[in-house]
């Protein structure tokens, strides 16, 4: 696992009354999928760090960020080592917010085909974005598809 | 994050997934039971008990391995899927393409 390569930042922010604590964390890494598994365990750790336990959340949270790397790793920045993937999370006291931007070309994502389709369920690709919107409360994409912003409800 | 190998006494390679299998290690995977398939092995179980997350280029190494396992005349099971992770399989709908058992045992029980 290479770990030396990321760079993190986390701003906390107290808030009002007997509402959670906001706070705001960034991750920026290498378009290593090496590094996919710490950053992972970054952004993890940090946005759910002083929250009640909840195993569902912290696994969808997981596969989601996990997911949204690889494609910003593989399809978006093809491994380019000069290229970098950032991540930004904003935790309010309902929800996640986690935006993963790479540096490619980007993507239209209504282009991706659904992977339920008989000729494709079987196949070995292709499950990524759709595994993201079924693990997720909401999905955003910036308009050039370099950019993809997560909504997870802490509820 | 890795993989612990071994072989029970009916032949059949026991694979536990330690960790994640994620894009990052999953041709680790398809390597270990390519291998293995290689030289003569016929009988696969992977066993999720100490698994951690899944994403989906681990999904789709399971389906090639699980592909080649079959084409060479052999078979490949799975075990102790957690409930989130069998939700990912179910969710892909690869819940009907593999024979998901409990437990090592139960995989191992009839194989």
Redesign the interface.
């Known amino acids: 696992m290479t770990t030396a390569a990321l760079q993190l930042v986390v701003r906390r922010t107290p808030g009002p009354g007997l509402t959670p604590a906001g706070a705001r964390v960034q991750v920026t890494m290498p378009s290593n999928v090496d590094c996919i598994e710490h950053a992972v365990s970054l952004v993890a750790r940090h946005c759910l760090a002083g929250v009640s336990p909840d195993a569902r959340l912290r696994f969808r949270l997981q596969v989601a960020v996990a997911e949204a790397l690889a494609n910003a790793v593989v399809r978006g920045n093809r491994e380019d080592p000069t290229k970098l993937v950032s991540i930004e999370a904003e935790l309010l006291p309902h929800h996640i917010l986690i935006q993963v931007t790479d540096q490619g070309e980007g993507f239209d994502p209504n282009d991706v085909p659904e992977p339920l389709q008989p000729d494709r369920v079987n196949g070995t690709r292709g499950r990524g974005l759709f595994l993201i919107r079924k693990l997720v409360d909401d999905v955003r994409f910036n308009a050039r598809g370099t950019s993809i912003c997560m909504t997870l409800s802490r509820q | 994050?890795g993989f612990h190998t071994t072989r029970d006494d009916n032949g059949v390679t026991v694979v536990r997934v330690e960790?994640?299998l994620?894009?990052?290690n999953r041709q680790e995977l398809k390597d270990l039971v390519g291998n293995a398939l290689d030289a003569g092995e016929r009988k696969f179980l992977i066993d999720f008990a100490a698994a951690?997350?899944?994403?989906?280029?681990g999904?789709?190494?399971l389906?090639?391995l699980s592909?080649r396992v079959r084409d060479a005349g052999g078979e490949l099971r799975l075990s102790g899927l957690n409930e989130?992770l069998r939700s990912?399989f179910e969710?892909?709908?690869?819940d009907t393409?593999f024979a998901i058992a409990d437990t090592p045992e139960q995989a191992l029980a009839n194989f």
């Open positions: 994050m960790g994640q994620i894009v990052g951690g997350y899944i994403d989906s280029s999904l789709g190494a389906v090639a592909r989130d990912l969710l892909t709908k690869l393409l």
